[in-house]
């Protein structure tokens, strides 16, 4: 594909996106799928004592020792007890894990529906989510990986504190 | 280059030394000149100049033509490294350089410097002509008919210190004519070999790491399976192999560190008026190449201190008796699953009575403790921050950051440092490296339902405390947790609270606590765990960053269970629990107790008693020591075996405990202490274990031959129990053939 090719590709205003739909609590949740590794289903991750309140805990993941990231707590909801759906998801800062209540189907969205970040979200919400699409019925609030790499994260909660 | 440099400033004679060097310098220039490098050409030029004169015996190699030459190849160096990072020549200037080269060339300076030098050549030549005598066992005749050849050479240089050149010894030849044979197979050896990407490298590490995971995995799955068994142990003896494969490929010569102290000891001695010789052994021993990296600026920091505080000034030498050369000694040698790294010197030594007035001056200790500490553990608060006997700081050391510095990043690699001293007599500072690291050792301890991984490194003892003995041995200062170790007390460290992050302190409910008492920066403490399960390898994975800052987490890692457990960080648990680095003679003495162990070679008994009479087992056999109910005991025919993690093991039962044992009945206990004995396990059943004591040699009186079987522990005569005295098990038929068989494929 010539590079002119791809300009005109991303001028054209309505793009699809292939998006991991997630629930949590309530609400679903979007994740692109170009981020996703692997989708590992009834995760028991390994608690670490200490650990700030969103890890979830240490997965062996290939090798490696992954830490997880707990949505659930990210928002600020109780602990699910038993085993919880984890997606391994690579952002800029390497792997880490995301631990769902569930995961669900992959939807196509165009980005027309997308809408950024509402102003009445609170701070902390607002550095979670990245908009959201709408869709039939229901909103599909999107998550960004790099936004939850743990390592901002942590960096987020020493700011804050 | 540099090496043979230094090399050809002790052996100025060897020809094939000076024409490695004109070869190095040559190609330096022709490739330069080639490549338009005209700073890099001309510089060379010069000392290629300086080097033909020598060559051709019109100069003779004296310490400031050696000096001239050493600065020559600074200079060449620090060109190379700028055209390396700019990719190209910085602009500078050389002339005052190749003046000092083309200075050294004028004979008349020349003779200057010899006559300066005259009296101290002898004495290099001799020494040389002994070295080469000692390095060439194997050529007996040869050496034998050159005896007299130092001293004509002597006769020469001192008759003729003029250009004249040196005609080759006999002796020289001989030397030459064997290191020729040498070379010829190290020309082929480089063919057979490959240069490797250190990344590819690590990755292998990786994955045989994730390897002996799975075997871990497999071996504790398929226990029970006995078709199983011989499957698994292939696959754990394939995997053994590999690792050591692989890790062998990682392994690099410690000449690689080596080879630079040399120069380092040239330069500083000369800057410090020091007369040093280097005597360097082991250089072929291997270590991980990592570990290599680390532990250089320690022994650099090590050899500048035996220089600086160590060897003293020819005329100290002299009247104190002594050669007025001083000789510094590197020495690798491997042990074990260590390597051990001495630096020797035959200087002053330290004066410990120094120390300790210094120790109280800057409030290291009190007075009344320093009446109380033995020699050896005042030696130890040398590796104390901020702690220094030099009477003046010089530029080379004396700032108190020296040894303290050698500790803390021979520590930080797994490893420990000892140190032995005699005044007068000189020091020895030994610094003992683990092999690799990414595989170690650990102890794995449960507490809040989870396993952690304790690197065994700094594990120095176990105590099981009883449930119903928590509540009168565990006591407090203030809430302080205590724990009286042989009359010492030991601060204590609660691993459950301290994970908890709770705020009280409350006296843990009564159950079995298990005290492990760790030795790390100088720190004694003890931490407490709720339970504790085997030791095992485990394959160090790096934590993420956030996981990381938590601070006493330093890796976590996968266990045979296919459980993580995560690897805790003594070191930082003792900061975190505010436990002080403390000069404590608990943790002194022990130190004490293992250098000594080190030093006589002294060997370690477990002490047990069997049947009422006192018999020791050598501890570096004893696996682990077992208490079960004697219904675990099974009988072959009359000869009592144990199923031991699902392997046959002979019981040695020479005190006739299971019989009488068997009377109480089957709820009554055993002990049985279960040995290595070369590749099986045995057996021994015995009535108490009384303690771990080092005991030494008996001789018999006259004939002076070592007494075989009994040793001398604690002031008795002890037995030894001889493991290689128990019969092997039947191999043949009855109910058991099948273990047996195993047994036997092991043995």
Redesign the interface.
């Known amino acids: 594909m010539s590079t002119a090719a791809v300009l005109q590709k991303a001028e054209k205003a309505s793009t699809l996106n292939e998006v991991c739909s997630v629930q949590v609590g309530q609400t679903w949740f979007g994740i692109p799928i170009p981020h996703i590794l692997e989708i590992v289903g009834g995760a028991r991750p390994q608690p670490v004592p200490l650990a700030p309140e969103f890890v979830g805990g240490l997965f062996h993941y290939r090798g490696d020792v992954l830490t997880t990231v707990s949505l659930r707590q990210l928002l600020g909801l109780p602990p699910k007890e038993g085993s919880q759906d984890m997606l391994v998801l690579e952002c800029s800062g390497g792997c880490f894990g995301l631990l769902v209540d569930l995961v669900g189907e992959v939807l196509t969205v165009s980005s027309t529906d997308y809408e950024p970040n509402p102003s009445i979200l609170d701070q902390r919400r607002k550095t979670l989510l990245a908009g959201a699409y709408k869709r039939k019925g229901k909103l599909l609030v999107m998550l960004d990986p790099d936004r939850l790499d743990p390592l901002r994260l942590s960096q987020h909660a020493a700011s804050s504190c | 280059m540099e090496r043979c440099l230094t090399e050809f400033e002790t052996r100025p004679e060897d020809a094939a030394l000076l024409d490695d060097i004109f070869r190095s310098v040559h190609t330096i220039k022709g490739t330069t000149g080639f490549l338009g490098f005209k700073r890099l050409e001309k510089l060379a030029h010069a000392g290629e100049n300086l080097l033909g004169l020598l060559r051709d015996g019109k100069l003779v190699a004296d310490r400031p033509l050696i000096s001239g030459l050493l600065h020559l190849l600074d200079g060449l160096r620090s060109i190379l490294r700028s055209i390396e990072s700019e990719e190209g020549e910085a602009s500078g200037d050389d002339s005052e350089l190749i003046a000092e080269l083309e200075a050294l060339q004028n004979p008349a300076l020349q003779l200057i410097g010899k006559l300066s030098e005259a009296a101290p050549k002898p004495v290099a030549t001799k020494r040389k002509a002994q070295r080469a005598r000692r390095a060439k066992p194997s050529a007996p005749p040869l050496s034998e008919t050159s005896l007299p050849a130092p001293a004509v050479i002597e006769d020469r240089t001192q008759q003729t210190p003029e250009t004249k050149p040196l005609i080759p010894e006999p002796e020289i030849q001989s030397a030459k004519l064997k290191d020729k044979p040498i070379a010829a197979p190290m020309a082929s050896a480089a063919e057979s070999t490959l240069r490797v990407d250190i990344v590819l490298l690590n990755r292998m590490m ?2 045989v ?2 390897l002996v995971l799975t075997r871990n995995q497999v071996l504790q799955a398929t226990a029970a399976d006995p078709r199983m068994t011989m499957l698994s142990r292939r696959l754990d003896m394939v995997t053994a192999d590999l690792r050591e494969s692989v890790m062998k490929a990682r392994m690099q010569p410690v000449s690689n560190i080596f080879s630079k102290m040399p120069r380092i000891v040239r330069d500083l001695s000369q800057v410090l008026g020091r007369r040093v010789r280097l005597e360097v052994e082991g250089q072929e021993t291997e270590l991980d190449k990592s570990l290599l990296e680390a532990i250089k600026d320690p022994l650099t920091h090590a050899v500048r201190n035996s220089l600086d505080h160590g060897i003293e000034l020819p005329e100290v030498r002299a009247a104190a008796g002594k050669n007025t050369e001083g000789t510094l000694k590197l020495r690798a040698v491997q042990e074990g699953s260590h390597v051990l790294i001495e630096v020797q010197d035959d200087g002053a030594g330290i004066d410990v009575a120094k120390v300790c007035r210094k120790a109280i001056e800057r409030g290291i200790i009190s007075n009344e403790r320093a009446t109380q500490m033995g020699e050896r553990e005042l030696l130890q608060l040398i590796f104390v921050p901020g702690f220094s006997t030099a009477a003046a700081v010089t530029n080379v050391s004396g700032r108190g950051v020296g040894m303290d510095v050698v500790r803390t990043n021979v520590e930080k690699i797994g490893g420990k440092v000892e140190i032995d001293s005699r005044v007068g007599k000189g020091t020895t500072l030994r610094l003992r490296i683990p092999l690799t690291l990414a595989i170690i050792p650990a102890l794995i301890v449960h507490s ?1 339902g ?1 396993s952690f991984a304790l690197p065994q490194g700094s594990l120095s003892e176990l105590v099981h405390v009883p449930a119903e003995e928590a509540g009168s041995t565990i006591e407090y200062i203030e809430g302080a947790p205590l724990y009286r170790l042989r009359g010492n007390l030991l601060p204590l460290v609660f691993l459950g609270q301290l ?3 709770a705020t009280d302190h409350a006296p843990e409910p009564r159950r079995d606590n298990f005290i492990a008492v760790l030795d790390v920066d100088g720190r004694r403490f003890g931490l407490v765990v709720d339970g504790l399960a085997d030791p095992e390898e485990i394959v160090v ?7 990381k ?2 601070g ?2 330093s ?4 266990l045979g269970n ?5 690897i805790l960080d003594p070191g930082a648990i003792a900061a975190k629990a505010g436990v002080r680095i403390s000069v404590h003679e608990e943790a002194l003495h022990s130190a004490d107790e293992q250098e000594s162990g080190d030093v006589h070679k002294a060997v370690e008994y477990l002490l047990v008693e069997v049947a009422g009479r006192r018999a020791a087992v050598l501890l570096d056999d004893v696996l682990r020591i077992e208490q079960l109910p004697l219904s675990r005991i099974e009988y072959i025919g009359y000869r009592p075996v144990l199923n031991f993690e699902g392997k046959l093991m002979p019981v040695e039962d020479s005190g006739g405990l299971l019989g009488s044992a068997q009377i109480g009945g089957d709820q009554s206990k055993v002990i049985v202490v279960v040995c290595r004995e070369r590749n099986r396990h045995v057996g021994i059943a015995v009535s108490q274990v009384l303690d771990v004591a080092s005991g030494s040699e008996l001789f018999e009186s006259g004939t002076q031959q070592r007494a075989a079987g009994v040793t001398l522990l604690k002031d008795h005569v002890t037995g030894v129990v001889g493991l290689s005295t128990v019969p092997p098990l039947p191999s043949s038929d009855g109910e058991s053939s099948e273990w047996a068989q195993v047994e036997e494929a092991i043995a």
């Open positions: 990786n994955l790491g994730e809040l989870q994970l908890k992050a994975k790096p934590l993420s960053a956030v996981l800052n938590i006493i987490y890796g976590a890692t996968v296919a459980e993580l457990a995560l």
